[in-house]
């Protein structure tokens, strides 16, 4: 399946966001129930809730359409920094 061509924004939660990054940082479904404090089947359920809002297959085409759209930064790629406010004189 292509990346997610589908995708409406705002579709996926708060969690579901959070997951996608933990996802996209390498970490196992184990190891992000571990940091997020919730049972490994809870995650198991929201990455397969976000495989299908995404239109994805698995977590390395997950991580592409997350990239694409922009929903995590990897090793300062893909990272926006927004602009500095115009009231701030540079220093």
Do not use: F
Not at 9 to 37: F, K, P, W, Y
Not at 57 to 78: E, S, T
């Amino acid at each position: 399946m292509a990346v997610g061509k589908s995708y409406i924004s705002g579709s996926l939660s708060e969690r579901e966001l959070q997951i996608i990054e933990l996802v996209a940082a390498g970490l196992t479904n184990q190891d992000i129930a571990q940091q997020l404090e919730i049972s490994k089947r809870t995650v198991d359920n929201h990455i397969s809730n976000i495989l299908t809002k995404t239109s994805t297959d698995n977590r390395v085409a997950l991580v592409r359409w997350a990239l694409n759209w922009g929903k995590v930064c990897l090793n300062d790629v893909n990272c926006c920094i927004l602009p500095e406010s115009s009231d701030e004189q540079p220093s």
